[in-house]
């Protein structure tokens, strides 16, 4: 019992810490990515909470050599291209829960979770991240063999930071939060 207790310890990330950890890299080494951190970031998209649990999503795991090109069509960065993979996390609404009070689909809203569950399971295993959503959906839809009823959501590049954190902007949290009504 104690063996197990020394791994579990040793793997413990304190997940507050990890939150200010995590960041927008715009600069990747071209080191390749291991598969088993990628399937580790994999899974923590799969594991994510979805409307009554429908998982309306999918990701695309694309390996940029050879395809820099056709990938700067979707976002036009250099820094885009520089990371080995490039995901793609695709919606597909018909699969998504849907709110009978008022029509509400989930399906954005269930990408974005698991799409953050992905990316803060990259930071924790020292790899970098960062949202992408001013991306040319034509040309996304192309390049990822998108069929009709599958919308592209959000990009990532996944790889290791070539650069370092700058310090976050965020609003304070009186400005955020309200208590009891608005």
């Excluded at 899974?43 to 050599?65: D, S, W, Y």
Aim: contains cysteine; aromatic residues 10%.
């Amino acid at each position: 019992m104690q063996a197990r207790n020394t791994a579990a310890a040793e793997t413990h990330i304190d997940y507050f810490e990890l939150i200010r950890k995590r960041y927008s890299v715009r600069a990747y080494k071209s080191d390749p990515v291991e598969d088993a951190k990628l399937t580790k970031v994999l899974e923590a998209a799969r594991l994510a909470p979805t409307g009554a649990n429908r998982q309306p999503f999918q990701l695309i795991v694309v390996h940029v050599k050879g395809r820099e090109a056709e990938l700067q069509r979707v976002y036009h960065r250099q820094w885009f291209v520089q990371a080995p993979l490039v995901i793609c996390a695709c919606g597909i609404p018909t699969q998504g829960w849907v709110r009978p009070a008022d029509g509400f689909n989930c399906t954005v809203l269930d990408v974005a979770v698991a799409f953050d569950h992905l990316t803060l399971a990259a930071a924790a295993l020292g790899l970098g991240t960062c949202w992408v959503a001013a991306f040319d959906v034509a040309a996304a839809r192309q390049a990822f063999g998108l069929p009709g009823g599958v919308d592209p959501i959000a990009l990532t590049p996944l790889g290791y930071p070539a650069d370092h954190p700058g310090e976050k902007e965020r609003k304070p949290l009186a400005e955020l939060v309200r208590y009891e009504r608005w």
